[in-house]
């Protein structure tokens, strides 16, 4: 097993890794609308925050040796069900080899922020 780590996507907010690889797969922990550059949530709109986190998860992607277009599934968190439009708008142009997936609701995030997205992909 394998750990990624990449200045280009936020650093862990707790005692995890960006990703691991193990055997021919990389499990990526939940990214968040945080801007590595600045390590602020810069973005306040469901849209801005869903770009952002589909851009840390390309560079964790990246730094594993790997592409979006391997993703195998996506678990997706949005804090209001009534966002799922406007979320897959932003979602469908980053995933474009329709992964499996499943979206959920939850009550709260990290940093207060509107979504929150993991993935599993292929080597």
């Not at 862990?12 to 949530?41: D, E, L, R």
């Amino acid at each position: 097993m394998k750990t990624v780590h990449t200045e280009n996507a936020p650093a862990a907010i707790g005692p995890y890794s960006q990703a691991k690889i193990s055997g021919s797969f990389v499990f990526t922990s939940g990214q968040i609308p945080v801007n590595p550059s600045t390590s602020a949530v810069e973005q306040t709109t469901i849209e801005g925050q869903t770009k952002q986190v589909c851009e840390n998860i390309i560079a964790v992607l990246d730094a594993a040796g790997t592409s979006i277009d391997k993703v195998i599934k996506t678990v997706c968190f949005i804090t209001d069900m009534a966002d799922f439009t406007a979320f897959n708008g932003v979602y469908e142009k980053y995933f474009t080899s329709k992964p499996a997936r499943s979206c959920v609701a939850v009550k709260s995030l990290p940093k207060n922020v509107l979504v929150e997205i993991e993935a599993v992909a292929e080597l």
